[in-house]
């Protein structure tokens, strides 16, 4: 069985000797998230300690430059003991920097030459690891130039020795058609089984907690359909504005930032029908089933469908904060969405006629996302209920962050001669009940990737289905310019149409981290 297909449930994890090469080592990806998960890997055991990491970017600098530069990043920002900065002087030893113009093919003859350096220096090394930390626009020339190089070959079977693999950051394309050409100049470049597509959402704990939620309980998957579920609510809500990535963000907006990827991924984790296994294309076949099932609207129905909203100046926590047009390099009269709200209907026998409202934006209360499943209300009330009062649904909420874990909420008996109603939740967290909300979400997509498993990353026609979704409403908005924006305050919970949409479907959004009792009133 090869890697790309061996289940790879309650392994003993540990990645082989290679050598990683990061494109963008001097930018914010590398020491914010990439040096740190490798640190960490090697001090948890998981990677061996003689990985060597190659960091790639313009600037001239040497090794001992680098490693300040990381040093100086990732350091300061840790609170580590004796132990931990000890570990950090032995790791840095195994940086090494080297520079280099991406577009220029010398570079990539000089980095098979330093490659040759580096593979003597960990002569059990299974092979190269290419991480591209880069701008998305300079990803097909970085692959074409590592193919036509040699420095990227095409590896046959998934197994062989060494390997070379890829990891693009998203957004992978900026829409269907370009995904479909990066796509493309990868394919040309390598086998698929090299390719992976990382979204961080995968590597979150709890993410990968809905499957074992779903399929190793036999308790929810009776409930799991439309006989019993009123609908689906999928939240990321974050309090920060767009910091300092006004540039980006202004190509991107809230769809391609947070929908394309990390919310379709969740969508279709919640809607899958259980993979024979948990391998990579079991588990890849089945998601992507959902994404054909999703029905697609015309451009008259689009507003029906999908609301979007852009912040003003408002409060956040208390702290008076800018609009979005006032933030850094955004255009004072810029019309990019910074929340989007959508209802999508899956068109199969599990889901027919079942809502999920997926939503999305920066600036909001809270810093909260979560996938709520809805159950219907009972279908009959035998309790007599005052004038107004309501009974709440049963709601299984998925807390992915903060405070990871799920609690279910349902009725009860307040005590006493009245026969009054109260919504209590059975609650679950993982840092209470484990004594720790698991790793760094890259830590266990780095360590997967070297160990060829590619079940939580994205697959071509997965990319591309979720593209063939948004793609439409993204030309509808593009060519409808809004006149209104901005139509949210910052510290509020998105524009009013959201309510409305959630509304239509005789439903209300939620207020992520409901109190613990409820009592109806
Ligand atoms: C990134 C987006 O992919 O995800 C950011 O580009 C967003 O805009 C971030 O803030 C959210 O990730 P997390 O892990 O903080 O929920």
């Not at 998305?136 to 060494?162: A, F, H, K, M, Q």
């Amino acid at each position: 069985m090869t890697g790309a297909d061996a289940p790879n449930v309650g392994k003993l994890r540990r990645g082989p000797a290679c050598v990683v090469v990061i494109f963008g080592a001097a930018g914010d990806l590398t020491h914010r998230k990439l040096i740190p998960a490798l640190f960490n890997l090697g001090v948890e055991g998981a990677m061996p300690d003689n990985v060597v990491i190659l960091g790639i970017d313009r600037d001239p600098r040497d090794n001992a430059a680098f490693r300040k530069l990381m040093r100086d990043a990732v350091v300061a920002n840790a609170t580590w003991t004796g132990k931990q900065l000890s570990a950090w002087l032995a790791f840095e030893e195994r940086l090494h920097y080297m520079s280099g113009d991406f577009a220029d093919p010398a570079t990539y003859a000089a980095l098979q030459e330093r490659l040759h350096t580096l593979d003597a220096l960990v002569p059990e090394s299974e092979g190269h690891l290419f991480h591209l930390a880069i701008p998305p626009s300079l990803y097909p020339l970085v692959i074409t130039n590592l193919s036509d190089s040699g420095v990227l070959p095409r590896i046959g079977p998934p197994d062989e020795r060494p390997f070379a693999r890829v990891i693009i950051e998203k957004p992978f394309g900026h829409d269907l058609a370009s995904a479909r050409a990066l796509n493309a100049v990868c394919r040309k470049a390598m086998a698929e089984h090299q390719i992976y597509r990382i979204d961080h959402y995968l590597g979150k704990e709890v993410v990968q907690d809905l499957m074992v939620l779903r399929f190793a309980n036999s308790i929810f998957e009776p409930l799991w359909s439309r006989h019993h579920i009123d609908h689906v609510q999928i939240t990321a809500a974050e309090c920060l504005g767009v910091e300092h990535r006004g540039k980006y963000y202004e190509e991107a907006g809230v769809v391609r930032d947070m929908f394309q990827n990390h919310l379709m991924q969740l969508l279709t984790l919640t809607a899958m029908e259980p993979p024979a296994a948990f391998r990579a294309d079991s588990v890849r076949d089945e998601k992507v089933k959902v994404l054909h099932a999703i029905r697609g609207h015309t451009p008259d129905e689009m507003h029906d469908f999908a609301v979007r909203g852009q912040y003003g100046p408002g409060a956040v926590n208390g702290v008076a904060v800018p609009g979005y047009r006032q933030e850094l390099n955004v255009a004072p009269g810029s019309t990019t969405p910074t929340y989007a709200s959508m209802r999508f209907l899956v068109d199969n026998w599990r889901w027919k006629g079942v809502p999920f409202f997926l939503r999305s934006g920066k600036r909001l209360p809270a810093q909260a996302t979560e996938i709520a499943i809805q159950f219907r209300r009972p279908p009959h009330m035998m309790f007599p209920l005052s004038t107004g009062e309501k009974i709440s649904a049963n709601v299984l909420a998925v807390r992915i962050q903060p405070s990871e874990g799920m609690s279910l909420q349902f009725d009860v008996k307040v005590p006493g001669f009245e026969m009054r109603i109260a919504s209590v939740k059975m609650d679950f967290d993982y840092a209470e009940g484990f004594g720790t909300a698991g790793h760094d979400a890259y830590e266990t997509l780095l360590l997967d990737c070297v160990l060829g498993d590619a079940t939580l990353f994205t697959r071509s026609d997965e990319s591309e289905s979720a593209w063939e979704i948004l793609d439409p409403l993204l030309t509808h908005w593009e060519h409808s310019i809004p006149s209104h924006f901005p139509n949210y305050a910052a510290g509020t919970w998105g524009p009013a149409v959201a309510d409305d949409l959630i509304g239509r479907a005789h439903a209300e959004w939620r207020t992520p981290g409901i109190p613990d009792i409820q009592v109806a009133k």
